[in-house]
């Protein structure tokens, strides 16, 4: 079944110590999303590839970077975690950017920050 | 911004019980989806749904864009409906994809 997969599942990492997140699809979708979702709260976009065009939220944090080197594949690297960084991330694609595609859900890395 | 708003923001039912789930919406929207989000954080698509009713199986939703309000409705709950129900939408194509979530209905279903 066409899907999208992120690894790991639960990641644990120290204050302060790079982490990155992957995610894969098999969908062959062109945007790739990545949300954060904090206990209790709404998932929050962070940024999102339109192909290899890159487009960030105005209020996402500067720590928080991204990569796509491919169709199938996106990254999401935090380069010096914090407490509050502590959050599920969701990965989601779409097939296209107009807002008449519907949007495909990953199982989400839950980060947990020491 | 547009904003979303769920209501209720908690459920308790008890098995075999419906329910309705509402969405309102200030502005109007391209896209609509309703999510589940089950206990290990995973959003599964329930719905994709800007405008008209649907249906499938136990759930059905329904979104009047004119009056910028969706409904979900869940029939004959089971335990495993448990879970938060969210509702996003999308306003245009400018907004380059960006779905708006709304806060949530905690749903509960007790055997």
């Known amino acids: 079944d066409a899907m999208v997969i992120q690894n790991p599942r639960y990641q644990v990492t120290q204050f302060g110590k790079p982490v990155t997140l992957s995610c894969s699809q098999t969908?062959?979708?062109?945007?790739m999303y990545w949300y954060q979702q904090k206990s209790s709260q709404a998932p929050k976009l962070l940024f999102h590839?339109?192909?290899?065009?890159?487009?960030n939220e105005a209020d996402t944090p500067d720590n928080f970077q991204s990569r796509r080197p491919n169709t199938s594949f996106c990254f999401l690297d935090i380069r010096s975690p914090g407490l509050g960084d502590a959050a599920m991330y969701l990965c989601?694609?779409?097939?296209?950017?107009?807002?008449?595609?519907?949007?495909?859900f990953g199982p989400g890395t839950r980060l947990t920050v020491l | 911004g547009i904003q979303v708003e769920q209501s209720p923001p908690d459920l308790i039912l008890q098995e075999g019980a419906n329910s309705t789930l509402r969405c309102n919406f200030s502005?109007?929207?391209?896209?609509l989806q309703w999510f589940h989000q089950n206990p290990w954080g995973q959003l599964i698509n329930l719905f994709y749904?800007?405008?008209g009713t649907k249906q499938n199986g136990r759930l059905s939703a329904t979104t009047v864009a004119t009056e910028r309000y969706s409904l979900l409705y869940i029939s004959s709950s089971q335990t495993t409906d448990s879970g938060v129900y969210f509702c996003?939408?999308?306003?245009?194509?400018?907004?380059?994809?960006?779905?708006?979530f709304g806060q949530g209905t905690e749903l509960s279903v007790k055997p």
């Open positions: 989601a694609t779409s097939r296209g950017r107009t807002s008449y595609n519907e949007q495909f």
């Open positions: 969908l062959n979708h062109n945007v």
């Open positions: 590839y339109y192909d290899k065009d890159f487009n």
């Open positions: 502005d109007s929207v391209n896209n």
């Open positions: 749904i800007p405008s």
């Open positions: 996003a939408v999308e306003r245009s194509y400018n907004q380059g994809g960006k779905l708006i």
